[in-house]
Nanobody
Framework: VQLQASGGGLVQPGGSLRLSCAASGFIFKYNTMEWYRQAPGKQREMVASITSGGIANYADSVNGRFTISRDWGKRTVYLQMNNLKPEDTAVYYC????????????WGQGTQVTVSS
């Protein structure tokens, strides 16, 4: 399993970024995919998830500002982030959970998002 995240960067408050996570090594269309983030000194938290059927869920802190989507043909999951706030600053990771959540899933390498003026 390989997950290659990209798209992070420095953006001003109110700006937008789109993160991408290219997946390989597993049957992409059958898997839920998730985005997590970890800010300095804080625990990693789930930001958004999307099921194989396209059902999306979001953390309260990003609901209405972030949109998760997936492209079956490109085997890629996206996180569109709008109206970014300084508190969104973190390393963002894509994650592929196992169907059995008691088993460890697979993490991408992370991409840094910094929101600052």
């Amino acid at each position: 399993v390989q997950l290659q995240a990209s798209g992070g960067g420095l953006v001003q408050p109110g700006g937008s970024l789109r993160l991408s996570c290219a997946a390989s090594g597993f049957i992409f269309k059958y898997n839920t995919m998730e985005w997590y983030r970890q800010a300095p000194g804080k625990q990693r938290e789930m930001v958004a998830s999307i099921t194989s059927g396209g059902i999306a869920n979001y953390a309260d802190s990003v609901n209405g500002r972030f949109t998760i989507s997936r492209d079956w043909g490109k085997r890629t999951v996206y996180l569109q982030m709008n109206n970014l706030k300084p508190e969104d600053t973190a390393v963002y990771y894509c994650y592929r959970p196992q169907a059995d959540r008691s088993l460890p899933g697979s993490w991408g390498q992370g991409t840094q998002v910094t929101v600052s003026s």
